[in-house]
């Protein structure tokens, strides 16, 4: 599992979120997590093949259908967060690996080992079962001001984030 200067290093420069298998409903966890990343200024691309749009972003059948439209306007996905089962993991790090993009994000009880290795050895960061908004509030200093442990010591004041 990375460190948490990896998981910082991935969150502050993957700022383009390729989300596999964003659901449209406000009350499933891809929804809240994307939703949360979104508020905090990341780029959220949603894919999903039986939507048309999500939290304001024109969904797309796939990762590679999702990167090409982005090429289109000069951006690039940097990070691709699944939220799909370890079985359907191995076909998204090829498209992950194709894209270029920096990071492969398998959510919170997503295991694939054989796609992780692949990705690494492609040169892509892996985290595998951990959830992105967890992470992110974890380590810029969203949980800790619920009196959550984080983890994390640190003499330095919790960046305050807009909210």
């Not at 993009?101 to 997503?110: N, P, S």
Request: glycine share 6%.
């Amino acid at each position: 599992m990375p460190d948490i200067a990896t998981l910082r290093r991935i969150l502050g420069t993957c700022k383009t979120i390729a989300v596999v298998g964003l659901s449209p409903q406000w009350h499933r966890p891809s929804f809240f997590a994307a939703k949360y990343m979104q508020a905090h200024g990341y780029r959220i691309v949603p894919v999903n093949p039986a939507a048309r749009e999500i939290l304001g972003e024109p969904s797309y059948p796939s990762v590679t259908a999702a990167a090409q439209a982005l090429a289109a306007q000069g951006r690039r996905i940097d990070l691709v967060d699944c939220f799909r089962r370890s079985e359907d993991i191995p076909p998204l790090a090829d498209e992950a690996i194709a894209i270029g993009a920096k990071c492969l994000w398998l959510q919170i009880g997503v295991v694939h080992e054989a796609a992780a290795a692949k990705a690494r050895a492609a040169g892509l960061d892996v985290v595998m079962d951990r959830c992105v908004k967890i992470e992110h509030a974890r380590l810029f200093g969203g949980l800790n001001w619920a009196g959550v442990n984080t983890r994390v010591i640190s003499s330095r004041r919790p960046q305050h984030l807009p909210y």
